[in-house]
Structure formats: C-alpha cells, structure tokens
C-alpha cells in the first residue's frame, strides 16, 4: 500500500506558498504598493479603482461627479513612492512625490499620504484628492 503521506504534505506547502505568494502581489498587501496602486490609477483615469483603493467609498453622484472632471484634467505626468513611515501596525504615512500638469502648466509636488489598515488590507485615508 503505498502512502500518499508526502505527497499531501508536498501539495499543502506548494497551496500555501502559492497563497503568500498571492497575497504578497495584492495591491493593498503594503502602504507602498497601495499608493503605487492609487498612482497607477490615477495615471489611468480609472477613479472607480482610486475609490476602491481609498477608505472613503460613500461618495454621492455629486461628489463623484466632480471627482471624475477633476481626475480628467489633471495629468498624473510621473510619481515615485518615496518612504513609508510606519506609525503602528495599522496606519502608515507614504512620502511621494508627483508630476502633475494642468491645462498646459506642470508641477512637482512632494506629499506624504496617511494609509490605514483595515481587516488585513491598507487603504488610502481619503485619498489623494481630497477637497474642502
């Protein structure tokens, strides 16, 4: 009878380095490729993944409205993430610094953007273009 002992043993580490594997690539796996994540949307025009990767979700039409126009007229030029400061376990602040241009002007900026925790995945407090 031959056993089938090793081979389940075999299967069940190669499943569990599969699963860190693929948690590790997730977007929202560390502040830094949360923010990445963020910018790379940003770059996209893409403000339903923006939203997604940020903990404010509960925007009104409105606010969305006015949140796609201004996501259409800046040109996210270039970022880099350039530190990530870990305050706790559960909240970090992400130096970035960006190139953005706007009707014909352009601009670097350098910021640093608060992430959070939340259940095991990190997310844009707000969100980078948060407004008054």
């Not at 056993?3 to 977007?27: N, Q």
């Not at 949307?41 to 949140?67: I, Y």
Request: aromatic share 6%.
């Amino acid at each position: 009878m031959k056993s089938y002992f090793p081979a389940a043993v075999l299967a069940g580490l190669l499943l569990l380095l599969a699963g860190c594997s693929a948690l590790e690539r997730s977007p929202q796996s560390s502040p830094g490729k949360l923010v990445e994540a963020y910018l790379e949307a940003f770059q996209q025009n893409d403000l339903p993944l923006m939203l997604q990767l940020s903990d404010s979700l509960d925007t009104g039409a409105a606010e969305r409205a006015f949140l796609e126009k201004i996501v259409e007229l800046i040109e996210l030029k270039s970022f880099s993430v350039d530190e990530v400061e870990l305050i706790s376990e559960e909240e970090a602040l992400v130096t970035i610094t960006v190139e953005l241009s706007l009707m014909g002007q352009e601009k670097s900026h350098t910021e640093q953007v608060r992430v959070i925790l939340k259940e095991g995945q990190w997310f844009l407090q707000g969100g980078l273009l948060d407004f008054p």
